[in-house]
Structures are given as C-alpha cells and as structure tokens.
C-alpha cells in the first residue's frame, strides 16, 4: 500500500530556515517524479517545487527560487525541501506529491511562520 509522510513541519520566526522530509512507502521513489506543494488558508494548493526521475532536474515557482532547494534520496526512499529565510507568506501546509502511476499525496504537514 503507498504511502507518503511528510515530517519536518513547525513554528518559526522570519528568516529561519526549516527541513522537511516525504517518506516514501509501498513503492520506489526512484521512479517517480516527486514534488512539494503548499496550501495557505483561503488559498488554492500550489506548486512549490519539483524533482524529476533524475535529481537533476529541478524546478521551483518563482516565490522562492534562491530559498528553497528540493532533493531525493533514493536510498531511503525521501525527497526533502530545505527552506530558507522563511517569510510571513510560507506560512501553509505543506504537501509532498508522487506523480506518474503512482498518484499519491501526503497528509501534509505545518509550517507556520510568525514573530
């Protein structure tokens, strides 16, 4: 059975930096496109980053090109989105997505983003 669960979520102060993790299970990331997307309240999911098959493809909205860096461990089945010099606006739940035949979400996990 897939499964994907995101860690790594929390409270912090502007221009902090947090790490989130998406733990694969019941299938091979390796063959998957994987990516983040962010849901803020009142607001409509969006695309935050995305890693291809192969970890050098990669591709962010433009919100936070230069922050955000997304990565893949094959060998423990993982993606991550370091996220730097968090802003006010980060502040959402957080997604992490196995496209391809796979088709799966996350439940999410918090990232709040507050003084």
């Known amino acids: 059975q897939v499964h994907l669960v995101e860690s790594g979520g929390d409270l912090v102060q502007p221009g902090g930096n947090l790490k989130l993790s998406c733990l694969g299970s019941g299938f091979n990331i390796t063959n998957s496109a994987m990516s983040w997307h962010r849901q803020a309240p009142g607001k409509e999911r969006e695309l935050v980053a995305a890693?291809?098959?192969?970890?050098?493809?990669?591709k962010y909205t433009e919100s936070v090109k230069g922050r955000f860096i997304v990565s893949r461990d094959n060998a423990k089945n993982t993606v991550y989105l370091q996220m730097n010099n968090l802003k006010l606006e980060d502040t959402a739940v957080y997604f992490c997505y196995a496209g391809g035949s796979v088709n799966y979400w996350g439940q999410g996990t918090q990232v709040t983003v507050s003084s």
């Open positions: 890693i291809g098959r192969s970890a050098g493809v990669t």
